[in-house]
């Protein structure tokens, strides 16, 4: 008989992911601790939803090692699978079924609870994620948001240990999206939770843990809290030049530490000490007979930490 640790619900060693000559995932490593919510950001591309897939026993890992609730992805699949709750990024479902039809189904074919649960199993996730008013209606005619309910539902018919949720929110307009961000909240209570996003204050609001995935590596691994240190230590410059600049000059500006391009003339430029990066932006501007037409400072957000993380060319794992 398996038991979750007490601790870590899950752990992630050295794990890759190779198609052919690329690195899909690169010798990636981090824990989730029991009741923790894990924000997993990173660009198109990254290495998130292969790094899920691997997880809930989808795909095979090429090399290194990954646990959910102690039992090994490789050497246990089924098990780790009875202990996750799965949404991935398209959310597949039967749009000519019903909901409570396709919530009846779901049940049936996990065949992990007894059959005299069912209805009892099923209304409760249909009042958890509010599909009341809808569960009488086929899926087809659902709004984004609702669909996504669906799938959510039918990841938890099973009450598992772990949900793992790629890319609930996507396509959500702002009601939708903070609907469901609740839900995530509240179910994090209870739940350990890995979801990926491209909305950074989904994170800010949501998350316990944050990892930042870029070309398969990972470049930064630690609590919200600790970012939003991070965060207010950056300053983040907008500046507008009045001719195109080649984008490798740029590196000649003093307490520049990275820099995003938005085209030949507008860059991002991040530094620590406001007043030396603006005073360096200045004398740079004169040194290349280049007028600067804006300098505009903005806040420091998760999300220029993320542009500036997932931008560089040499990252270092925080």
Do not use: W
């Not at 997993?40 to 998130?48: E, Q, R, T, Y």
């Not at 990892?211 to 809290?225: C, E, L, M, P, Q």
């Not at 938005?262 to 932006?281: C, T």
Request: glycine share 6%; net charge neutral; charged share 20%.
């Amino acid at each position: 008989m398996y038991f979750c640790l007490p601790i870590m619900s899950i752990s992630v060693q050295a794990l890759s992911k190779i198609y052919d000559s690329q690195k899909a995932v690169d010798n990636i490593s981090f824990e989730v601790k029991k009741g923790e919510i894990l924000g997993f950001l990173g660009p198109n591309g990254a290495g998130k939803s292969t790094t899920m897939k691997m997880l809930t026993c989808y795909l095979p890992p090429s090399s290194g090692t990954a646990t959910v609730c102690g039992l090994d992805i490789v050497k246990a699949p089924l098990e780790v699978k009875q202990k996750i709750g799965y949404l991935p990024e398209n959310n597949p479902l039967y749009y000519d079924m019903y909901v409570r039809e396709f919530l009846d189904f779901a049940f049936q074919i996990n065949k992990q609870q007894q059959a005299s649960n069912k209805e009892k199993k099923i209304k409760e996730v249909i009042d958890l994620v509010g599909l009341n008013i809808e569960q009488h209606k086929k899926i087809g005619q659902l709004s984004k948001g609702y669909k996504q309910r669906v799938g959510l539902a039918q990841a938890l018919l099973h009450n598992p240990k772990i949900l793992i949720l790629d890319e609930p929110t996507s396509g959500l307009d702002p009601n939708q999206l903070a609907d469901i961000r609740t839900l995530i909240k509240n179910l994090g209570k209870e739940k350990t939770i890995i979801f990926s996003t491209h909305i950074m204050q989904e994170v800010q609001a949501v998350c316990d843990k944050v990892v930042i995935i870029n070309k398969g590596k990972i470049v930064a691994n630690d609590t919200a809290d600790n970012l939003q240190n991070m965060i207010q230590q950056e300053i983040v410059v907008e500046v507008e030049f009045e001719n195109a600049i080649d984008e490798n000059l740029l590196n000649q500006i003093q307490h520049l530490l990275s820099f995003k391009k938005i085209n030949d003339k507008q860059f991002m430029l991040y530094g620590k000490n406001s007043v030396a990066l603006r005073k360096a932006i200045f004398e740079f501007a004169m040194q290349q007979h280049n007028a600067l037409l804006m300098l505009k400072e903005e806040t420091g957000s998760l999300e220029n930490v993320f542009h500036q993380l997932t931008n560089q060319t040499n990252q270092t794992v925080l």
